[in-house]
């Protein structure tokens, strides 16, 4: 029904910068946020970044507050999240997932259809 691909993940120096896509294609039209998870080895999935894609509404965790930036295109179905000094503990894979919930959401079962993930890894 949705199909959600993840691209952009790989090695980045502490300090250093990193900008993930998230492309969502099929029946999007129901869609009305997306958002960004991540999880790190031995830790459940955490909450990153959100968007809506009426008026373009975002919010963010406490950790990544100020480093990194959601945006999205509509037209494209396509949202990213840029990563500005990245630190170690921001090493996971992350996640994009989307949401048919007229209100945003931090919890992973509010959202209905995910991608496979994208690999950061943080380095020095």
């Known amino acids: 029904q949705v199909r959600v691909v993840e691209s952009g993940g790989g090695l980045v120096q502490a300090g250093g910068s990193l900008r993930l896509s998230c492309a969502a294609s099929?029946?999007?039209?129901?869609?009305?946020?997306m958002g960004w998870f991540r999880q790190a080895p031995g830790k459940e999935r955490e909450f990153v970044a959100a968007?809506?894609?009426?008026?373009?509404?975002?919010h963010y965790a406490d950790s990544v507050e100020g480093r990194f930036t959601i945006s999205g295109d509509n037209a494209k179905n396509t949202v990213y999240l840029q990563m500005n000094s990245v630190k170690r503990e921001d090493t996971a894979v992350y996640y994009c997932?989307?949401?048919?919930?007229?209100?945003?959401?931090?919890?992973?079962?509010?959202?209905?259809?995910w991608g496979q993930g994208t690999q950061v890894t943080v380095s020095s």
């Open positions: 099929g029946r999007t039209f129901t869609n009305y946020h």
């Open positions: 997932a989307t949401s048919a919930h007229y209100s945003s959401s931090d919890y992973p079962h509010d959202y209905d259809y």
């Open positions: 968007i809506r894609w009426s008026g373009d509404n975002t």
